[in-house]
């Protein structure tokens, strides 16, 4: 969960397989929802393409390809397929700026983190 600051939304970020309950879906990918509470369907697809047709490519975010949020300064990038799943990195705050130096400036109000 990632939380958009200065309010009660988030995102989620889930990896779907092609199995199961999932076995209709498109591909193997990481989805990503809005959620807000406040909804009467709370938790929207992040889809880029047609957010009305999650079983498009725009739903599916894969390797190399980055969500940006950008009024909430929230960034979040499929790196890399894994064993596992996918590696994900999630970075809040000034993220193009916050590891230029190589060296993190100790402030919380901009971070990187890497998920697996």
Do not use: K
């Not at 929207?44 to 390797?63: I, K, Q, R, S, T």
């Amino acid at each position: 969960m990632i939380q958009i600051p200065g309010s009660s939304r988030f995102y989620t970020i889930e990896v779907r397989d092609r199995v199961s309950y999932d076995g209709n879906l498109p591909g193997f990918a990481v989805i990503l929802h809005e959620v807000d509470f406040s909804r009467q369907e709370p938790a929207w697809l992040v889809d880029l393409e047609d957010p009305d047709n999650g079983a498009d490519a725009g739903a599916m975010w894969v390797p190399t390809e980055c969500f940006e949020d950008a009024p909430n300064e929230i960034r979040i990038c499929v790196e890399t397929v894994t064993t596992e799943g996918f590696r994900v990195e999630v970075a809040y705050g000034d993220w193009y700026g916050i590891f230029n130096d190589d060296f993190d400036d100790g402030t919380l109000d901009a971070w990187s983190s890497v998920v697996q």
